[in-house]
């Protein structure tokens, strides 16, 4: 069974593809034509956000692909810049206008705005936070969750919310695998999400993951998306190429040995 059919079930009981197509940096006009080719290869899960200003693009692919609206899983995000109630509350009907349906999936895009990375908005994030219990218990959308969320950050939100997130959206790849932050989403049934699982491409000319590739017969890219699934996160893989959106789902024909696996988990480079 191809793996663009197998899915995680968050602890909500909401399934979730194990694999999904991101949008970050694809223009409004480009992500129409990438997600169409994406969702042609395969592709149920879909991942934008507002601050990448191409929503009304990925909408309008999906709209078009003559799949029923419950076949595509839609994960958008409010920015990173807006914080509080009702700011939250607005912004999401925003990505409702721009997607031209409800996503299923709305995560608070990162914990401090990006000018101000590390500050401390904890209190702004409660406020946001009672934004998305209020949509999520009116139905409005099936999932809610956090990005580039530290533990500290979650629990502020434990601390003071009444509903536990779903889903983390984390950097997470060979060589930055942010350890703290899974065990402590492990412990909470928080599912990660691994945003650049590839890097940003940086991992692919890497003459050590080369060498484990060849040995399975795999692209590097193949092998990363393959790593992040046996580490039980959620790949979101980038590309605008479709030969290449097809192979980095070609991945249920080979596993990474335990071996592999502990030499995988030992990189330390973040291919900067």
Same mark, same amino acid.
Request: with cysteine; glycine share 6%.
């Given at each position: 069974?191809?793996?663009?059919?197998?899915?995680?079930?968050?602890?909500?009981?909401?399934?979730?593809?194990?694999?999904?197509?991101?949008?970050?940096?694809?223009?409004?006009?480009?992500?129409?034509?990438?997600?169409?080719?994406?969702?042609?290869?395969?592709?149920?899960?879909? =991942?934008?956000?507002?601050?990448?200003?191409?929503?009304?693009?990925?909408?309008?692919?999906?709209?078009?692909?003559?799949?029923?609206?419950?076949?595509?899983?839609?994960?958008?995000?409010?920015?990173?810049?807006?914080?509080?109630?009702?700011?939250?509350?607005?912004?999401?009907?925003?990505?409702?206008?721009?997607?031209?349906?409800?996503?299923?999936?709305?995560?608070?895009?990162?914990?401090?705005?990006?000018?101000?990375?590390?500050? =401390?908005?904890?209190?702004?994030?409660?406020?946001?936070?009672?934004?998305?219990?209020?949509?999520?218990?009116?139905?409005?959308?099936?999932?809610?969750?956090?990005?580039?969320?530290?533990?500290?950050?979650?629990?502020?939100?434990?601390?003071?919310?009444?509903?536990?997130?779903?889903?983390?959206?984390?950097?997470?790849?060979?060589?930055?695998?942010?350890?703290?932050?899974?065990?402590?989403?492990?412990?909470?049934?928080?599912?990660?999400?691994?945003?650049?699982?590839?890097?940003?491409?940086?991992?692919?000319?890497?003459?050590?993951?080369?060498?484990?590739?060849?040995?399975?017969?795999?692209?590097?890219?193949?092998?990363?998306?393959?790593?992040?699934?046996?580490?039980?996160?959620?790949?979101?893989?980038?590309?605008?190429?479709?030969?290449?959106?097809?192979?980095?789902?070609?991945?249920?024909?080979?596993?990474?040995?335990?071996?592999?696996?502990?030499?995988?988990?030992?990189?330390?480079?973040?291919?900067?």
């Amino acid at each position: 069974m191809s793996i663009l059919n197998e899915n995680y079930t968050l602890y909500n009981g909401v399934s979730i593809p194990k694999i999904g197509f991101g949008t970050w940096q694809i223009p409004n006009e480009q992500a129409f034509t990438s997600v169409t080719d994406a969702l042609r290869a395969g592709y149920r899960h879909i =991942d934008t956000a507002l601050a990448y200003d191409n929503e009304e693009g990925v909408g309008r692919a999906i709209r078009e692909s003559g799949l029923r609206r419950e076949e595509v899983f839609i994960t958008s995000k409010l920015p990173a810049e807006i914080k509080g109630y009702d700011k939250a509350l607005e912004a999401f009907e925003r990505t409702f206008r721009n997607l031209g349906t409800l996503p299923d999936l709305y995560l608070i895009h990162a914990p401090w705005p990006w000018a101000d990375k590390g500050g =401390d908005y904890n209190a702004q994030n409660v406020q946001s936070w009672k934004a998305f219990e209020k949509l999520y218990n009116n139905g409005r959308i099936r999932a809610i969750g956090v990005s580039n969320f530290s533990p500290a950050n979650i629990q502020a939100l434990l601390d003071n919310c009444e509903i536990v997130p779903m889903a983390n959206q984390i950097a997470f790849h060979v060589g930055r695998t942010q350890e703290e932050y899974v065990a402590f989403c492990n412990k909470h049934n928080i599912l990660v999400e691994a945003y650049s699982p590839l890097a940003t491409g940086r991992a692919l000319g890497d003459k050590q993951l080369n060498k484990i590739a060849q040995s399975y017969g795999v692209s590097v890219a193949q092998l990363l998306i393959r790593f992040a699934l046996q580490r039980g996160t959620l790949p979101l893989p980038k590309t605008t190429t479709f030969e290449r959106m097809v192979e980095n789902t070609q991945i249920e024909k080979f596993s990474i040995s335990t071996s592999d696996m502990e030499i995988l988990n030992s990189i330390k480079s973040e291919y900067r």
